[in-house]
Protein backbone atom coordinates (compact mmCIF):
# COMPACT_ATOMS: atom_id res chain seq x y z
CA UNK A 1 0.00 0.00 0.00
CA UNK A 2 1.03 3.59 -0.62
CA UNK A 3 1.28 5.91 2.35
CA UNK A 4 0.62 9.63 1.38
CA UNK A 5 1.32 12.97 3.43
CA UNK A 6 -1.33 15.78 2.91
CA UNK A 7 1.19 18.29 4.16
CA UNK A 8 -0.77 19.40 6.95
CA UNK A 9 1.03 21.61 9.85
CA UNK A 10 2.62 19.38 12.37
CA UNK A 11 3.53 20.45 16.19
CA UNK A 12 7.05 21.80 16.90
CA UNK A 13 6.36 24.81 15.16
CA UNK A 14 5.30 28.33 16.30
CA UNK A 15 4.93 31.83 15.17
CA UNK A 16 5.95 34.75 16.85
CA UNK A 17 4.16 37.49 18.14
CA UNK A 18 4.12 41.03 17.22
CA UNK A 19 6.88 42.32 19.99
CA UNK A 20 8.41 39.43 19.03
CA UNK A 21 8.53 40.23 15.46
CA UNK A 22 9.61 43.95 16.37
CA UNK A 23 12.64 42.86 18.12
CA UNK A 24 14.00 40.70 15.47
CA UNK A 25 16.89 43.08 13.33
CA UNK A 26 15.79 43.38 10.06
CA UNK A 27 17.21 41.54 6.79
CA UNK A 28 19.26 43.09 4.70
CA UNK A 29 17.75 43.10 1.17
CA UNK A 30 18.78 41.10 -1.38
CA UNK A 31 19.29 43.08 -5.22
CA UNK A 32 16.10 42.56 -7.07
CA UNK A 33 16.15 39.78 -9.97
CA UNK A 34 14.68 40.96 -13.48
CA UNK A 35 10.70 39.91 -14.68
CA UNK A 36 9.64 40.62 -10.82
CA UNK A 37 11.28 37.37 -9.74
CA UNK A 38 12.37 37.12 -5.77
CA UNK A 39 15.89 36.81 -4.91
CA UNK A 40 17.49 33.92 -4.58
CA UNK A 41 18.18 31.74 -1.88
CA UNK A 42 21.42 31.88 -0.63
CA UNK A 43 24.27 29.60 -1.84
CA UNK A 44 22.10 29.12 -5.28
CA UNK A 45 23.69 30.40 -8.11
CA UNK A 46 21.83 33.09 -10.50
CA UNK A 47 19.92 30.76 -13.19
CA UNK A 48 20.89 31.63 -17.21
CA UNK A 49 19.44 31.02 -20.48
CA UNK A 50 21.22 28.45 -21.58
CA UNK A 51 20.05 28.11 -25.10
CA UNK A 52 16.78 29.39 -26.88
CA UNK A 53 14.93 26.79 -29.21
CA UNK A 54 11.70 28.34 -29.29
CA UNK A 55 10.16 28.86 -33.13
CA UNK A 56 11.22 25.92 -33.97
CA UNK A 57 10.06 22.04 -34.45
CA UNK A 58 12.31 20.70 -31.38
CA UNK A 59 10.62 23.89 -28.76
CA UNK A 60 6.94 22.68 -29.33
CA UNK A 61 5.64 21.83 -25.52
CA UNK A 62 9.16 20.95 -24.07
CA UNK A 63 9.41 17.83 -21.71
CA UNK A 64 11.66 15.14 -20.37
CA UNK A 65 15.06 16.71 -19.71
CA UNK A 66 17.86 13.82 -19.24
CA UNK A 67 21.58 14.24 -19.33
CA UNK A 68 23.50 11.55 -21.38
CA UNK A 69 27.08 10.42 -19.83
CA UNK A 70 28.72 12.79 -22.58
CA UNK A 71 27.06 15.82 -21.01
CA UNK A 72 23.86 16.55 -23.97
CA UNK A 73 21.16 17.70 -22.50
CA UNK A 74 18.30 14.99 -23.99
CA UNK A 75 14.52 16.30 -24.19
CA UNK A 76 11.10 15.96 -26.13
CA UNK A 77 8.40 18.35 -27.68
CA UNK A 78 4.93 16.91 -26.94
CA UNK A 79 3.55 19.26 -29.71
CA UNK A 80 5.96 18.02 -32.53
CA UNK A 81 7.49 14.59 -31.66
CA UNK A 82 10.58 15.35 -31.81
CA UNK A 83 13.59 13.87 -29.63
CA UNK A 84 16.57 16.15 -29.69
CA UNK A 85 19.47 17.08 -27.20
CA UNK A 86 21.30 20.09 -27.02
CA UNK A 87 25.11 20.04 -26.78
CA UNK A 88 27.47 20.88 -23.91
CA UNK A 89 27.57 24.51 -26.54
CA UNK A 90 24.13 25.01 -26.38
CA UNK A 91 23.49 23.90 -29.98
CA UNK A 92 20.29 22.08 -31.22
CA UNK A 93 21.01 18.40 -32.71
CA UNK A 94 17.89 17.36 -33.51
CA UNK A 95 17.56 13.26 -33.05
CA UNK A 96 14.75 11.78 -34.80
CA UNK A 97 10.90 12.37 -34.66
CA UNK A 98 8.53 9.45 -32.82
CA UNK A 99 5.10 10.42 -34.85
CA UNK A 100 4.03 8.39 -37.79
CA UNK A 101 2.89 9.63 -40.67
CA UNK A 102 0.00 12.08 -40.34
CA UNK A 103 -2.22 9.43 -42.40
CA UNK A 104 -1.46 6.77 -40.57
CA UNK A 105 -2.76 7.80 -37.51
CA UNK A 106 -2.72 9.33 -33.57
CA UNK A 107 0.44 11.32 -32.79
CA UNK A 108 2.96 10.25 -30.39
CA UNK A 109 3.27 12.98 -28.02
CA UNK A 110 6.70 11.83 -25.98
CA UNK A 111 6.75 12.92 -22.13
CA UNK A 112 9.67 11.94 -19.66
CA UNK A 113 12.97 10.61 -20.61
CA UNK A 114 15.87 8.29 -19.03
CA UNK A 115 18.97 7.42 -19.61
CA UNK A 116 20.41 3.74 -18.94
CA UNK A 117 22.96 1.63 -19.93
CA UNK A 118 23.46 3.85 -23.06
CA UNK A 119 19.94 3.54 -24.57
CA UNK A 120 17.26 6.79 -23.95
CA UNK A 121 14.06 5.50 -22.59
CA UNK A 122 10.64 7.75 -23.21
CA UNK A 123 7.14 7.34 -21.95
CA UNK A 124 4.56 8.48 -24.83
CA UNK A 125 1.14 9.35 -24.31
CA UNK A 126 -0.31 7.07 -27.25
CA UNK A 127 2.85 5.26 -28.16
CA UNK A 128 3.21 3.21 -24.41
CA UNK A 129 7.05 3.49 -23.36
CA UNK A 130 9.58 3.57 -26.07
CA UNK A 131 13.44 3.38 -25.98
CA UNK A 132 15.61 4.87 -28.49
CA UNK A 133 19.02 3.07 -29.04
CA UNK A 134 21.70 5.82 -30.52
CA UNK A 135 24.24 3.29 -31.68
CA UNK A 136 21.74 1.58 -34.02
CA UNK A 137 19.27 4.58 -34.59
CA UNK A 138 16.59 2.69 -33.64
CA UNK A 139 13.65 3.72 -31.92
CA UNK A 140 11.54 0.91 -30.57
CA UNK A 141 8.13 0.31 -28.62
CA UNK A 142 9.13 -1.43 -25.05
CA UNK A 143 5.35 -1.88 -24.03
CA UNK A 144 2.01 -0.06 -25.34
CA UNK A 145 -0.69 -2.28 -23.24
CA UNK A 146 -1.11 -3.65 -19.99
CA UNK A 147 -3.50 -6.83 -20.25
CA UNK A 148 -4.44 -6.37 -23.61
CA UNK A 149 -5.62 -2.96 -22.70
CA UNK A 150 -3.76 0.74 -23.89
CA UNK A 151 -1.77 2.82 -21.16
CA UNK A 152 -4.26 6.21 -20.40
CA UNK A 153 -1.14 8.21 -21.30
CA UNK A 154 2.13 7.38 -19.82
CA UNK A 155 3.73 10.41 -17.99
CA UNK A 156 7.03 10.33 -16.03
CA UNK A 157 9.63 7.32 -15.53
CA UNK A 158 12.70 6.25 -13.35
CA UNK A 159 14.82 3.23 -12.86
CA UNK A 160 16.23 1.66 -9.60
CA UNK A 161 19.62 0.32 -9.34
CA UNK A 162 18.48 -2.69 -10.70
CA UNK A 163 17.47 -1.53 -14.12
CA UNK A 164 13.61 -2.09 -13.13
CA UNK A 165 11.58 0.77 -15.16
CA UNK A 166 8.60 2.41 -12.84
CA UNK A 167 6.49 5.15 -14.79
CA UNK A 168 3.65 6.76 -14.08
CA UNK A 169 0.25 6.45 -16.25
CA UNK A 170 -2.23 8.98 -15.51
CA UNK A 171 -5.85 8.84 -17.21
CA UNK A 172 -7.26 11.54 -19.86
CA UNK A 173 -4.31 12.07 -21.87
CA UNK A 174 -3.67 9.42 -24.04
CA UNK A 175 -6.23 6.83 -26.22
CA UNK A 176 -7.11 4.52 -23.14
CA UNK A 177 -9.04 6.48 -20.93
CA UNK A 178 -12.91 7.02 -19.96
CA UNK A 179 -14.61 9.12 -18.05
CA UNK A 180 -16.33 6.45 -15.93
CA UNK A 181 -12.12 5.85 -14.81
CA UNK A 182 -10.82 8.64 -13.67
CA UNK A 183 -8.19 7.09 -11.89
CA UNK A 184 -4.29 6.74 -12.77
CA UNK A 185 -1.94 4.15 -12.04
CA UNK A 186 1.74 3.02 -11.66
CA UNK A 187 3.50 0.32 -13.58
CA UNK A 188 6.75 -1.20 -12.93
CA UNK A 189 8.83 -2.97 -16.12
CA UNK A 190 11.26 -5.10 -14.51
CA UNK A 191 14.69 -5.59 -15.93
CA UNK A 192 13.15 -9.27 -16.82
CA UNK A 193 10.52 -8.19 -19.18
CA UNK A 194 7.40 -8.49 -16.66
CA UNK A 195 5.06 -5.70 -16.56
CA UNK A 196 3.30 -5.64 -13.11
CA UNK A 197 0.62 -2.72 -11.75
CA UNK A 198 2.12 -1.34 -8.56
CA UNK A 199 -0.85 1.64 -8.17
CA UNK A 200 -4.01 2.16 -9.46
CA UNK A 201 -6.06 4.24 -7.21
CA UNK A 202 -3.82 7.47 -7.58
CA UNK A 203 -5.83 10.62 -9.03
CA UNK A 204 -3.36 11.84 -11.46
CA UNK A 205 -0.19 10.53 -10.69
CA UNK A 206 2.63 12.83 -12.60
CA UNK A 207 6.59 12.54 -11.38
CA UNK A 208 7.81 9.55 -10.22
CA UNK A 209 11.33 9.32 -8.66
CA UNK A 210 13.12 6.50 -6.87
CA UNK A 211 15.15 7.54 -4.04
CA UNK A 212 18.94 7.48 -3.74
CA UNK A 213 19.23 4.97 -1.68
CA UNK A 214 16.70 2.90 -3.65
CA UNK A 215 14.48 2.24 -0.47
CA UNK A 216 11.59 4.38 -1.91
CA UNK A 217 9.49 5.36 -5.02
CA UNK A 218 7.82 9.05 -4.84
CA UNK A 219 5.09 9.90 -7.01
CA UNK A 220 3.58 13.38 -7.41
CA UNK A 221 -0.39 13.30 -7.25
CA UNK A 222 -0.75 16.19 -9.54
CA UNK A 223 -4.85 17.11 -9.09
CA UNK A 224 -4.70 15.43 -5.35
CA UNK A 225 -2.05 18.32 -4.45
CA UNK A 226 0.17 15.66 -2.54
CA UNK A 227 3.18 12.80 -2.60
CA UNK A 228 2.36 9.47 -2.15
CA UNK A 229 5.19 6.77 -1.52
CA UNK A 230 6.02 3.56 -1.65
CA UNK A 231 8.97 1.58 -0.25
CA UNK A 232 10.73 -0.64 -2.37
Not at 83 to 88: E, N
Not at 204 to 212: D, L
Amino acid sequence: MLSTDSGSWRSGFSVPSPSQETAQKPRPRLPARPWGLPPLPPGVGPVEKFADVSGTPQGQVLEGGSFDTQGNLWFVAIGSGWISYLAPDGKLVPVVNCNPLPELGQTCEPQGSRWLDGKLYLTSRHRGILVYDPQTKELKTLVYTYRNQLFKGPNDLDFDAEGNLFFTDPWATGPGPNLSDRTGAIYQYSRDGVLRKAMDSGNFPNGIAVSPDDSVLAIGDCTAGRMCTRAL
